[in-house]
């Protein structure tokens, strides 16, 4: 009768994570030298925030797919943010400043679970703070609360001009069930046009004779923040539009419900919401 396999042995499995902890360091290194030599590339053809949200939010789509195994993907999916986001800290330092109005703590760990502890990290109490501090800045980001803030205003209306910077993405970019990070976040800073994430197009929109019935026809439609505007006799609403709707039919269900736009600007745009199930983590 064949003798079953022995065990390997608990010093060399140690000897094997050691040679992979060295190997994974020496990734890292190599991945250094070759953000240093697209720095100077960077700077000679690209302008405001070094953030490219097109990009990493196809980089953390990818991740999530390849995942398997025993490690959970809260734990993958930090570190992977931590290595982009510092190689990206160092190709252009920039500054978070972050609205902290929906909650210190809720905003902090969405912050540092993003963008680590080298990124300087900037409150703000309002989000009308974090917009105009990123409108001075050459490549700072702005985190906002993507859902209604008791007192905020209507602090996208400060986007509308076209010198002004715009939402470029929405946190987090993997979105599921008891994420660690799960407070929604827009992304507030200019970046070149081809690297924004499109897929969905945001929108400040004005109406009046807002009321329960436009909100809930609204609400079919797409997801939005509302205000109270009085100089509409109506609402500022922040719109984001994806699935193929568009502002005709957002115009044409406000009018059958009873409200009516009087006004749209395209205040950004971001990539399309990506949930997963709850047993991928």
């Known amino acids: 009768m064949a003798k079953p396999p022995e065990a390997p042995a608990l010093g060399d499995l140690r000897k094997e994570i050691d040679r992979i902890d060295e190997s994974m360091h020496q990734l890292l290194m190599a991945r250094g030298e070759i953000i240093d030599r697209l720095i ?8 405001g925030s070094a953030f490219r949200p097109v990009r990493e939010a196809e980089m953390m789509r990818r991740l999530v797919k390849r995942h398997k195994g025993i490690l959970p993907l809260d734990t993958v999916e930090s570190i992977w943010r931590v290595i982009i986001s510092t190689f990206t800290y160092v190709q252009a330092p920039f500054s978070v400043h972050a609205d902290l109005s929906a909650g210190d703590a809720l905003m902090r760990d969405s912050t540092r679970f993003h963008f680590g502890f080298t990124v300087p990290f900037i409150p703000h109490m309002g989000a009308a703070g ?15 609360p993507a859902i209604p803030v008791a007192g905020a205003g209507a602090w996208w209306s ?16 993997v979105e599921r069930a008891d994420h660690p990070a799960a407070l929604p976040v827009f992304v507030v800073s200019r970046v070149a046009a081809d690297a924004m994430a499109t897929e969905a197009s945001v929108w400040s929109v004005r109406v009046s004779g807002w009321g329960a019935g436009p909100a809930e026809a609204l609400s079919t439609l797409a997801d939005f923040i509302a205000v109270p505007d009085r100089a509409f006799d109506g609402a500022a609403l922040l719109v984001t539009l994806s699935n193929g709707v568009n502002l005709e039919q957002i115009s044409a269900a406000m009018v059958k419900a009873g409200a009516t736009v009087r006004s749209a600007a ?5 990539a399309t919401r990506y949930t997963v199930a709850a047993d991928k983590n």
Do not use: Y
């Open 266 to 270: 395209l205040v950004g745009s971001h």
């Open 40 to 47: 100077a590339v960077k700077r000679s053809q690209e302008t």
């Open 130 to 144: 974090v917009v105009a501090a990123v409108s001075t800045s050459k490549g700072d980001l702005g985190l906002v």
């Open 158 to 173: 400060a986007l509308e001009f076209d010198s002004a910077p715009k939402i470029i993405a929405r946190l987090p970019f």
